[in-house]
């Protein structure tokens, strides 16, 4: 079992950056693929963007170019970092971990609100 914690959310102006954490509770994370999925309010879960145990990054579309993934495996960490928010990225986000070859073993956080407005 892990556990993932997301934090750094809270409210941000339109243009403005903020920086999400996804913090796991096991060194085992390294055999997981970690992603960052969000949810706006009346809208379902989307996928944000993921980042291979290898290091290899996808993002959404709506997010490209201005959104980063990084993972820090010695810290146990995802990183999301947001560039130029727009009031259409207010969501709450969450962390999601998939095993790299255990089908079904995964894990998602609790979820951290993101709040983009002027």
């Known amino acids: 079992q892990i556990q993932l914690v997301e934090s750094g959310g809270g409210s941000v102006q339109p243009g403005g950056s903020l920086r999400l954490s996804c913090t796991a509770s096991?060194?085992?994370?390294?055999?997981?693929?970690m992603l960052w999925y969000r949810q706006p309010p009346g809208k379902k879960r989307e996928m944000v963007a993921g980042?291979?145990?290898?290091?290899?990054?996808d993002y959404g579309d709506s997010v490209k170019d201005r959104f980063t993934v990084l993972r820090d495996n010695a810290k146990r960490t995802m990183y999301l970092e947001m560039h130029t928010v727009l009031p259409e990225d207010t969501a709450i986000y969450y962390c999601k971990a998939t095993h790299v070859s255990i089908y079904g073993r995964e894990y998602w956080g609790q979820g951290t609100q993101v709040t983009v407005s002027s």
């Open positions: 096991s060194d085992t994370i390294r055999n997981y693929d």
């Open positions: 980042i291979t145990r290898g290091g290899t990054t």
